[in-house]
């Protein structure tokens, strides 16, 4: 009669095989503040303890019909500590009476074999392997699980959350405590893009509206270009119905507008003007000499 796994083995085994399916495939990450998750672990160790209680019961019952011979071979066994054995069953040599007993009859040029059973640990190892195989390749088949598009597509949007959390929370952005730099013009490139290529064209070269690179403007209400162009992005054009007041009417922020600010300032003062023969808009409006800085 061979001694049980202990129950603490079991829990252990059964709250990470269970981690690793909620992992695999539940949906949401967070799937440790469940209540669902915490109630199927109750559930599943008080089974286990249901079980275990079973198997005393059999154990029991199955002791009294051993000899008392069989009985002292089996106390003694269930008397040595579980990790005990496992190290017994990969490591400890047997004695020259025990390999007698699992001695094959087999042999060549007179090397003999013993019928040794494999280490429970390596038995585990090798299950636990299987299991884990067929659990991952089921959740890469039917789930997101590890798929490299799933996982950008999951981080992209908890990163976007917070960026939003971030701009309801931060101070609002005016037209007093806006500021150039050069970290906002990529972004400032790419809410132009959305915002304002169908009139000023691509690279802001010019189209319905004027060409944003030259020296010539139409409007010109501040002193500074950055600041000039953040207050026509606010209150739109007194020349144009066509260019509106987007921060007024809720279209972008104060933080976009200085970030489309931010482009516009670069590609008119740190780059080189697009002239007509570059596929440039002709100028409009007076030539403006704008104050040093940009802010």
């Known amino acids: 009669m061979k001694t049980r796994t202990p129950l603490f083995i079991n829990i252990a085994v059964t709250i990470g095989l269970t981690v690793l399916a909620f992992e695999m495939f539940a949906h949401e990450s967070a799937y ?13 160790i008080i089974l286990l303890f249901i079980m275990n209680a079973i198997g005393d019961l059999i154990e029991n019952e199955n002791f009294r019909k051993l000899s008392d011979e069989e009985k002292a071979i089996f106390l003694k ?3 040595t500590p579980y990790f005990q054995k496992l190290w017994n069953s990969a490591f400890k040599k047997q004695s020259a009476t025990e390999e007698k007993d699992i001695l094959i009859d087999h042999g060549f040029d007179g090397i003999t074999e013993l019928d040794n059973s494999l280490p429970k640990w390596w038995i585990g190892l090798f299950y ?32 976007l959350a917070s960026i939003e959390e971030y701009e309801k929370n931060a101070p609002q952005i005016t ?16 809410l132009f893009k959305t915002n304002c290529v169908t009139c000023h064209g691509d690279g802001a070269k010019g189209g319905i509206g004027p060409n944003l690179t030259d020296t010539h403007w139409i409007n010109h209400k501040e002193k500074s270009l950055f600041k000039n162009v953040f207050w026509m992005l606010e209150n739109g054009s007194p020349n144009n119905p066509t260019m509106r007041p987007f921060i007024k009417e809720g279209t972008i922020t104060g933080r976009d507008a200085e970030k489309i600010a931010a482009y516009i300032y670069h590609i008119n003062q740190e780059t ?22 940009n802010d």
């Open 32 to 44: 440790f503040s469940s209540p669902f998750f915490w109630g199927l672990m109750v559930i599943t």
């Open 77 to 79: 066994d269930k008397n």
């Open 128 to 159: 636990f392997g299987c299991i884990f195989c067929v659990v991952y390749l089921t959740a890469f088949a039917f789930t997101d699980y590890a798929h490299p598009e799933a996982e950008l597509t999951h981080d992209t949007k908890i990163m």
């Open 272 to 293: 080189a003007p697009i002239t007509p023969a570059q596929g440039g808009a002709a100028p409009q409006g007076d030539e403006i000499k704008w104050e040093n800085g």
């Open 175 to 190: 037209l007093e405590n806006a500021k150039y730099s050069a970290d906002n013009i990529a972004e400032g490139q790419e």
